[in-house]
């Protein structure tokens, strides 16, 4: 039986190695449309809209790098700067139809390629997976 040193090792290794390959898979599905900005989106279209700001501190990454996915993402017309109804010194960032088409035709890839992987596990696995990411990524966000 592994020591937990070992398991947490294994785990560290394996969750890295998710995170590469849903990357490059992200990068194959939508060449513009990397996995971060995947994720800025789907954080805005939650929001109904958020300030740079907002993101940086969500995400715990620096401002320049928010900065840049924005540019990238208002370049290729997916979000759009409003002026916040409440505070209009306040810029919102939106989704426009066209970033939310094309986040949702993403979604819609994505879910696919979780299927096709996930196609011959056990519900009762799938199931208890969920749950352990479920709890780990409730546990990392109170640790970060």
């Known amino acids: 039986m592994p020591s937990r040193d070992q ?10 190695a998710f995170a590469r390959r849903a990357r490059a898979a992200a990068a194959r599905m939508h060449p513009e449309l990397s996995l971060v ?41 997916f979000i759009e ?11 919102l960032l939106h989704l426009t139809a066209a970033g939310t088409e094309k986040l949702a035709e993403a979604a819609v890839l994505r879910r696919h390629a979780f299927h096709e992987r996930l196609a011959d596990w056990e519900e009762a696995d799938l199931e ?14 109170e640790v970060s």
């Open 7 to 16: 398991s947490v090792t294994t785990i560290q290794r394996e969750l890295t």
């Open 37 to 77: 900005s995947f994720t800025l989106l789907s954080h805005m279209e939650d929001q109904q809209g958020c300030r740079a700001t907002d993101l940086a501190a969500y995400y715990m990454l620096d401002k320049s790098t928010i900065s840049r996915q924005i540019a990238a993402l208002e370049k290729l017309g």
């Open 81 to 91: 700067r409003r002026t916040d109804p409440a505070d209009h010194r306040i810029q």
């Open 128 to 141: 208890r997976f969920a749950a352990y990411l479920l709890r780990y990524n409730s546990t990392a966000s």
